[in-house]
């Protein structure tokens, strides 16, 4: 192994040697564009100002990345994100290659007005945070990196990088941190936001298993914060999203996990959602921490039949899985049951979406210490398909070592959390398709769950959630995160998230 490694370096080494110096600088420094244009452009809170070419080409001068206008080549690709109902176009997109771009980036924000600012790193949002019109977006997919060291049990994550690249790294060592279910996931949206996943009631949440950041925050400071150092940002990286600047890197505590663990998807008829839900009730709190298992309550567009389904990950002792799974198994004949040993990069890579922006998406979530007899009925007796579109109830599975960790520890407070219940609806997007009909359908339904939860999941945030429902989703933990903001973003920049707003004038 190390004889292979050192082969690759010498190549590496080689082939970089036999390109002239001009040539690397080329590569590494765009030109100093003179054609610039004024721009138009908007602040965070909404004043209108104009941005000038001579500015914007100092800026990307600075970058070793690349400043992309509109018409440039790759500006269209780069301010897309997962979801098409969010169709914006930023003024500028800084597409950052490391640290000091982002710093860059970030002091021109600051000091042209508060420039509206969004973060991109796997366009995922929801909320369409991590775009804008008219703003600043910084699209940190250039930044990808991973290193691990196996002997310390560390993986350091530059800002940019996806869940895929961390996970495949680290098993490559038979270690592991728990993320998110989505590969094409971005590290930072996901773990700054608490970070649940397959192995999240075995071993966390993401930010449970954070070791320390490092943060460009508004002032353009690059900033390190752990438990000993800047621990009150710490603190509040660990479930206050972006509130606090741009984290351009994560260290990660891993943990040893086999290559191999028992998961997939087992599918049941409609007609067994009371007693799936039941179950569910009684022995989703109380099974073993190793067992991960999700479930949901489709119905497709067209008139298909609905279906139930799991989608379990259990990474304990292959011998003990059948034992786990029996209370599921025991609810009938399968439709479908794919559930065997997988490996595990495989497994967390199932969930992904080969064509994301061809759906439209709307949600609506929110937490459940229980999954009552009222929101089981809800469910069963209450979701109506459509023609359109697909309408789906989901129960992303919690508790475990999630819940042992004070909700005070950090600033994610919904340790007491079972279930993060979702209530989903999708449609063929285009100009014909009927979009609000379908999000009015989802609101509707989710004003009789409602009363039921107790906060939500930042992560899965839609953009008419009001400022009341964020503040009183941080609980407890508001007014620490609070005196976070005001001593980090005293200017509210960093506003397109969970916004926490701060109350000292800068």
């Known amino acids: 192994m190390k004889r292979r490694a050192f082969l690759r370096s010498a190549l590496a080494a080689a082939a970089t040697a036999a390109i002239p110096q001009q040539h690397l600088l080329a590569a590494l420094y765009q030109p100093l564009r003179q054609d610039v244009p004024d721009i138009p452009a908007v602040t965070g809170d909404g004043r209108e100002l104009t941005l000038r070419g001579r500015d ?143 192995l999240g009631r075995r071993f966390g949440l993401s930010i449970d298993n954070l070791e320390s950041v490092q943060v460009v925050t508004a002032d353009g400071r690059l900033l390190h914060a752990s438990a000993e150092e800047n621990e009150n940002l710490f603190w509040g990286v660990r479930g206050g999203g972006g509130n606090f600047g741009v ?117 609506k979530s929110g937490f459940l210490a229980s999954l009552s007899p009222a929101v089981a009925e809800i469910v069963a007796g209450g979701l109506e398909g459509h023609p359109e579109r697909v309408t789906r109830v989901a129960f992303q599975h919690s508790g475990g070592a999630i819940g042992r960790v004070d909700p005070l520890a950090t600033a994610f407070a919904q340790r007491d959390a079972k279930y993060n219940m979702l209530g989903i609806t999708g449609w063929r997007y285009g100009p014909d398709a009927n979009a609000k009909a379908h999000m009015d359908y989802m609101r509707g339904f989710w004003k009789d769950i409602e009363p039921h939860t107790h906060g939500f999941y930042t992560a899965d945030m839609v953009p008419d959630v009001s400022q009341q429902e964020i503040q009183a989703n941080y609980r407890a933990n508001h007014e620490r995160l609070v005196a976070v903001k005001n001593r980090y973003d005293p200017t509210n920049l960093f506003r397109l998230n969970a916004n926490v707003k701060p109350t000292v004038k800068a």
């Not at 100092?58 to 780069?78: C, I």
């Not at 890197?249 to 191999?260: G, I, M, T, W």
């Not at 890579?349 to 998406?361: E, F, K, L, Y």
């Open 247 to 363: 984290v351009t890197n994560f260290e990660f505590r891993l943990h040893p996990l086999q290559q191999k663990v028992v998961g997939g998807r087992i599918m049941f008829p409609l007609e067994v959602a009371r007693d799936a839900l039941a179950m569910y009730a009684d022995y989703g709190a109380e099974m073993p921490d190793e067992l991960y298992a999700d479930l949901s309550v489709t119905l497709p567009p067209g008139g298909q039949p609905g279906v139930v389904g799991f989608s379990v990950c259990y990474s304990g002792p292959a011998g003990d899985a059948e034992k786990a799974l029996a209370p599921i198994r025991a609810l009938g004949k399968p439709l479908s049951d794919d559930i065997k040993a997988v490996d595990y990069v495989a497994l967390q890579r199932s969930g992904d979406i080969d064509d994301p922006r061809a759906t439209g998406i709307y949600l």
């Open 56 to 198: 914007i080409a100092e800026l990307g001068a600075r970058l070793r990345g690349h400043l992309l206008l509109a018409g440039d080549d790759g500006y269209e690709d780069a301010r897309q994100i997962l979801n098409p109902s969010f169709d914006k176009r930023p003024a500028l997109i800084a597409r950052v290659a490391g640290a000091a771009d982002v710093r860059a980036a970030v002091d021109f924000a600051r000091d042209h007005g508060g420039l509206l600012l969004a973060v991109k790193c796997g366009g995922h949002s929801f909320s369409g945070a991590s775009t804008c019109d008219r703003g600043m977006m910084i699209d940190l997919s250039p930044f990808r990196n991973v290193r691990v060291d196996p002997a310390a049990r560390r993986a350091w994550v530059t800002g940019g990088s996806l869940l895929g690249h961390v996970d495949h790294e680290t098993m490559a060592y038979g270690l592991v941190a728990p993320f998110g279910t989505v590969s094409h996931t971005g590290v930072g949206g996901l773990v700054t936001q608490g970070g649940f996943g397959r």
